[in-house]
């Protein structure tokens, strides 16, 4: 069967919401693509492929531009109908050369850990692996206490972050203050926007600062939970972290949000700092993965 790549439509909504409703049909949770689709088609800085075939769509794909030399692909769903048609590819490659027609020097995705397939998939056309993460999830609280200062200076949680292990493992990335759920590198001039924009937190001591963070959105999803996002989140210790998420924790209430994300990184010493102040974490880990465009 002859397949056609071609940018989305408006008029394709149905076709993608047909294949696209029951996605993960073990898991709880239903495919956000719906929700977004016409959202994407007049977002700029993006473009989002079909792959069509005479009567129905196989495939779709997002493709943003994050900054001047990256790119983020996501939303990579098949139609189970064209399955074993090398879908995927074909809409993998068109991202990665509008990317590159773009500027982008690298393309980047994240796949959950359990998706068997999506990880497959990713590996087979070019992504290689990047970064692990997870999210800590600390509960709103107008009442967390902290026994640090804790300030909203960007030069010093950007110094923070920098020398920070989060860093070394997260390999610079943090959430991006535009796209959600894209992660892209934290930047000094990033960092300060965010600071103009939303939150920067700097937990300090008499020696130094010794956590940091960042807010880059509040979002509601579905109909009734909204969530407070961070960046990323990095700390020295325990008793940095503690202050930390109860700084969250205390901006998340001021915000009336009713959960949190933070991007912390998949160690066991970051995932089991979370666990002994009793932040929260999410079940399961994350990856990312990111393709090299400059090749010929």
């Known amino acids: 069967m002859d397949l056609t790549i071609r940018p989305a439509e408006h008029d394709d909504y149905d076709a993608v919401a047909a294949f696209t409703e029951n996605t993960w049909p073990d898991r709880d949770g239903g495919d956000y693509i719906p929700r977004v689709f016409h959202d994407w088609i007049d977002t700029p800085d993006t473009e ?50 509008w990317a590159r027609e773009q500027g982008a020097t690298v393309c980047r995705n994240m796949v959950f850990s ?8 990713s590996r087979s056309v070019g992504f290689e692996p990047a970064t692990e993460f997870r999210w800590a ?15 909203d200076d960007p030069a010093a949680a950007w110094s923070c972050f920098q020398r920070s292990d989060a860093a070394r493992h997260l390999r610079g990335l943090a959430l991006d203050l535009d796209e959600t759920y ?6 000094r001039e990033r960092l300060f926007r965010a600071a103009d924009e939303e939150r920067v937190f700097a937990v ?11 807010r880059t959105r509040t979002q509601r999803y579905g109909d009734e939970t ?9 700390w020295e ?12 924790a205390r901006d ?27 932040a929260g974490f999410s079940d399961e880990p994350d990856f990312v993965l990111e393709a090299d465009l400059t090749g010929r």
């Open 237 to 248: 210790d325990v008793e940095s972290a503690r202050a930390l998420f109860a700084a969250i």
């Open 252 to 278: 998340a209430a001021d915000l009336d949000a009713d959960e949190t994300r933070v991007f912390i990184p998949e160690t066991v010493r970051h995932v089991s700092d979370v666990a002994r102040v009793r």
């Open 226 to 234: 909204t969530y407070a996002e961070y960046g990323v989140g990095a």
């Open 114 to 121: 359990w998706n068997q397939a999506g990880l497959g998939q």
């Open 182 to 187: 894209a992660v892209a590198e934290l930047t």
């Open 48 to 97: 989002t492929f079909v792959l069509a075939g005479e009567d129905d769509l196989a495939g779709i794909c997002q493709g943003a531009m994050l900054t001047d030399h990256e790119a983020w692909a996501q939303g990579m769903r098949v139609n189970p109908d064209f399955r074993g048609q090398r879908v995927s590819p074909q809409l993998t490659y068109a991202v990665f050369d």
């Open 137 to 151: 999830t600390p509960t709103p609280d107008p009442e967390a206490e902290s026994e640090f200062d804790v300030t």
């Open 204 to 214: 300090r001591d008499d020696d130094g600062t010794r956590a940091m963070s960042f």
